[in-house]
């Protein structure tokens, strides 16, 4: 996984203000260790109507982690940019499967 913490102008062009205010109030949920941008921003080929996927490390139990999923929709749901969010627990890096395979492949660490 790459850091690409400084990078919001490269990968986000006019949105790289949005983004960073997004990212930072995601950031200041609880339990969060990490955001990563995966899938076609991530990879340098997004089209214009391409979508923002994000997905967001928690170390929460399960309960926990459904109620930061509602504030992350809240964060999401305001944003004039099409962003799809999924959270994951931290202990999923361990052993990556499916779409944390690409997310740890191809996806840019925002905000550690």
Do not use: W
């Not at 260790?33 to 490390?57: M, T």
């Amino acid at each position: 996984m790459i850091r690409a913490s400084g990078d919001f102008e490269e990968i986000f062009g006019v949105h790289a203000a949005q983004m960073l205010e997004i990212c930072r109030a995601i950031k200041a949920l609880p339990d969060v260790e990490k955001i990563v941008l995966f899938g076609s921003f991530a990879k340098g080929n997004a089209k214009k109507q391409s979508d923002i996927d994000l997905a967001v490390f928690f170390d929460a139990s399960d309960a926990r982690l459904l109620r930061q999923y509602r504030q992350l929709a809240r964060i999401c749901v305001n944003a004039t940019l099409d962003i799809q969010v999924q959270p994951f627990h931290t202990y999923e890096l361990a052993t990556p499967c499916g779409i944390i395979e690409e997310i740890e492949a191809y996806g840019l660490e925002l905000c550690p």
